[in-house]
């Protein structure tokens, strides 16, 4: 006797995922309006206070992403490993160890450009991927989902440089993250932020290369209107 819809392991695992498409939909939507209509209202001074107004979620929806990593483990995503906790990483240690820790970080312009980029990337993705799992698909949104990162990816991470580069001097004034070891050694973090800036561009390549042949392959299909002649 087959088992009805509702109950079908196929079933659940799209009505998950289509649920947690959605939530993170909706918050990078409600940051990406929030941001616009505070910069309509307040100017350039919106920028300033970018992550006071619109962090917490900010930081919500970066958490909860890291449940992709398991996603992909156990078989309910169809990614790569590697490459998305690349992608992940790269944010939660911005996110998290260089902007959250430092408030005079957080007053800076570049946080607000990041915060843009950040959810014009995920907005198109999570829509992609949440219409994806219904069995809806719109050749401009996958073409725009498999080509929108081309040229903000590297921005984004030109502006997590920038960001890690405006932090050294807070985070050499005040020794956040510095640690003594025993027998005299120490971890001074600053050198650890400045090896991560040179790994950060590394993972840039290995990932750009990464979404570039999915690009490939996912818009092998596509369709091309030919002109007739």
């Given at each position: 006797m087959a088992l009805p819809a509702w109950l079908q392991p196929r079933y659940r695992k799209n009505t998950y995922l289509f649920i947690y498409y959605l939530i993170q939909f909706c918050g990078h939507s409600w940051i990406f309006t929030n941001m616009t209509v505070r910069f309509f209202s307040f100017g350039e001074d919106s920028m300033v206070d970018t992550f006071y107004a619109i962090g917490l979620v900010m930081r919500v929806c970066q958490s909860i992403s890291l449940l992709e990593l398991l996603h992909i483990c156990v078989g309910i995503e169809p990614n790569h490993l590697l490459p998305r906790f690349l992608q992940l990483t790269e944010r939660i240690i911005i996110l998290f160890v260089v902007i959250t820790s430092?408030?005079?970080?957080?007053?800076?312009?570049?946080?607000?450009?990041?915060?843009?980029?950040?959810?014009?990337?995920?907005?198109?993705?999570?829509?992609?991927?949440?219409?994806?799992?219904?069995?809806?698909?719109?050749?401009?949104?996958?073409?725009?989902?498999?080509?929108?990162?081309?040229?903000?990816?590297?921005?984004?991470?030109?502006?997590?440089?920038?960001a890690i580069y405006q932090s050294l001097p807070y985070f050499?004034?005040?020794?956040?993250?510095?640690?003594?070891?025993?027998?005299?050694?120490?971890?001074?973090?600053?050198?650890?932020?400045?090896?991560?800036?040179?790994?950060?561009?590394?993972?840039?390549?290995?990932?750009?290369?990464?979404?570039?042949s999915e690009r490939r392959d996912v818009l092998q299909g596509f369709p091309v209107k030919k002109k007739k002649v």
């Open positions: 430092q408030e005079e970080v957080q007053e800076k312009y570049v946080v607000c450009v990041l915060f843009i980029f950040w959810n014009l990337l995920d907005m198109v993705r999570y829509t992609y991927s949440m219409l994806s799992v219904i069995g809806i698909s719109y050749a401009v949104l996958t073409w725009l989902s498999q080509t929108l990162w081309m040229p903000i990816y590297p921005l984004c991470v030109l502006a997590e440089a920038f050499e004034s005040s020794g956040t993250y510095c640690t003594k070891l025993p027998f005299d050694l120490a971890i001074y973090f600053p050198y650890v932020l400045k090896m991560y800036l040179m790994m950060l561009f590394i993972g840039m390549y290995f990932t750009y290369s990464h979404l570039y």
